[in-house]
C-alpha cells in the first residue's frame, strides 16, 4: 500500500535530517513493505530526496514566513520533504501527496503542524506555478 510506502520514506528522510555523513540504508529497512512496487516506490522517495535535497530546501526557505527553517520540527521538515520530492521529482498528483501528509503529521507531529505543513506546501505549489506560467510552461 502506497500509504505505508510514504509513511517509511517519511521516516528514512526523517532520520536523513540527523545522520549527516556516511549516511546509507539497506534493504532491512523495506522488510515491511510487503509488495516489491511499494519497496521501489518508497526507494525512490528516498533516493530523490537526497539528490534533490538543495533544491526542495530553496522551495521550503522561499515560503516559510515568520520562520527559519532551522526551527521547524523536523518531523514537519521531513514531511515537507517527502510531498515536495513526490510532487516536484516523482510527479505525484499534489492533493493526494498533500492529504497523506496532513494524515502523518496528525499521527507523528503536533496538534497545529497539519495546517502548517497544508500551508507551506500550498504556498509554494502556488509560487511554482505562478513561476512556470511566466516561463511559458
Do not use: C, H, W
Not at 108 to 115: L, M, N, P
Amino acid at each position: 500500500m502506497r500509504s505505508l510506502a510514504r509513511e517509511l520514506a517519511f521516516k528514512l528522510i526523517f532520520e536523513r535530517l540527523f545522520v549527516k555523513e556516511n549516511y546509507t540504508f539497506d534493504e532491512e529497512f523495506f522488510v515491511s513493505l510487503k509488495k516489491d512496487e511499494d519497496k521501489n516506490f518508497s526507494k525512490s522517495i528516498v533516493l530523490s530526496f537526497e539528490k534533490n535535497k538543495n533544491l526542495l530546501e530553496k522551495y521550503i526557505k522561499e515560503n516559510l514566513i515568520g520562520y527559519e527553517i532551522e526551527r521547524v520540527y523536523k518531523v514537519d521538515l521531513a514531511l515537507m520533504f517527502e510531498a515536495l520530492t513526490e510532487i516536484y521529482i516523482l510527479n505525484t498528483p499534489p492533493q493526494i501527496v498533500v492529504n497523506e501528509v496532513v494524515n502523518l503529521a496528525k499521527k507523528y507531529s503536533t496538534e497545529k503542524s497539519g495546517r502548517f505543513i497544508n500551508g507551506v506546501l500550498s504556498s509554494i505549489l502556488k509560487s511554482n506555478r505562478l513561476q512556470e506560467k511566466k516561463q511559458g510552461v
